[in-house]
């Protein structure tokens, strides 16, 4: 019974400020502990408690992840250059702090990070940005507001994007769930046949569109599906529906040479085209496989 006392006096007496570790990252303070905070229960300095350093490991990596971001282009056609991530290096920061945490007085940890390379970089996009291999457009009557928005929407989620050798494309996954949040707005869309209204209504003219513009490639359709009913912007069998719980419109490039789709709105008019290099190698004969639901 003593020795649990003394064991509780003197967990309760005040720290020691001399513990203090200090966590920077590019010469600023993100966050500060004392040793004990992190130290396996009576026994102080000797041992980590390896759940809570990992919890604070966690807690620190969003503060210093930043996203890689791909070449692209802009409105104007003018070529943006890439720019690197990078993230915490796990690897390094268990070496650091293991080291400081087991030093004597007060330290400063720096975190290490690691670089993070995007997968489109400007060298990439200036060797396929001339050489057009598919091309095509829609029109939609640009006074609905609604539907313009989302076709909008839609159309900048696929734009700039690079369909690697070997890569499926699929359009959910690039476009992502359609919500408010996104600022995707409610206009009809077709349902069991019917009109209704719904979030994001019109993006089925982008993949519809996108769909005519890689078939003329000859890209490896994978999954197409087309509308329940007949639909105005394109000619019948032509349209490729998609929803975030139900259709998605996929299809792969087999070619040796990445494709890129540039789309992009004029007025009323939809034009997604097609981009790939001078020494993309086509196979003329390619067969076709579609899977579309019945009308």
């Given at each position: ?9 003197m ?10 570790l ?7 303070e ?34 210093v ?10 409105e ?15 690897k ?17 940890v ?37 539907r ?15 369909v ?12 992502g ?14 349902v ?34 087309s ?19 139900g ?25 997604i ?5 001078d ?17």
């Amino acid at each position: 019974m003593k020795l649990m006392l003394v064991l509780f006096m003197m967990m309760m007496q005040p720290t020691d400020q001399s513990d203090n570790l200090s966590i920077t990252f590019e010469g600023t303070e993100i966050a500060s502990l004392h040793r004990s905070e992190l130290a396996l229960p009576l026994l102080y300095h000797d041992f980590i408690d390896r759940n809570k350093f990992e919890q604070f490991t966690d807690s620190l990596e969003p503060q210093v992840y930043e996203q890689p971001i791909n070449a692209s282009f802009d409105e104007g056609g003018q070529l943006l250059s890439e720019r690197m991530g990078h993230k915490l290096n796990r690897k390094k920061w268990d070496e650091k702090f293991y080291t400081s945490f087991f030093s004597k007085g007060p330290a400063t940890v720096e975190i290490p990070t690691e670089t993070l390379y995007p997968k489109v970089d400007s060298e990439l996009l200036s060797s396929i940005k001339d050489k057009i291999v598919g091309q095509y457009s829609t029109f939609f009557n640009s006074n609905n507001s609604e539907r313009t928005h989302n076709i909008r929407l839609a159309s900048n989620a696929i734009n700039n994007y690079v369909v690697f050798p070997g890569e499926v494309f699929s359009f959910n996954s690039v476009v992502g769930k359609r919500t408010v949040e996104k600022g995707y707005l409610p206009a009809p869309i077709i349902v069991r046949g019917e009109l209704s209204e719904g979030i994001g209504g019109g993006i089925c003219q982008v993949s519809s569109t996108l769909f005519n513009a890689v078939d003329k490639v000859g890209v490896k359709i994978i999954e197409r599906y087309s509308h329940s009913r007949k639909v105005p912007y394109v000619p019948p069998n032509r349209d490729a529906t998609v929803s975030w719980y139900g259709p998605d419109f996929t299809f792969e490039n087999e070619y040796n040479q990445p494709l890129l789709i540039r789309s992009k709105v004029y007025g009323g008019q939809l034009n997604i085209t097609i981009y790939s290099s001078d020494t993309i190698q086509f196979n003329e004969n390619k067969d076709q496989v579609y899977k579309k639901t019945k009308n």
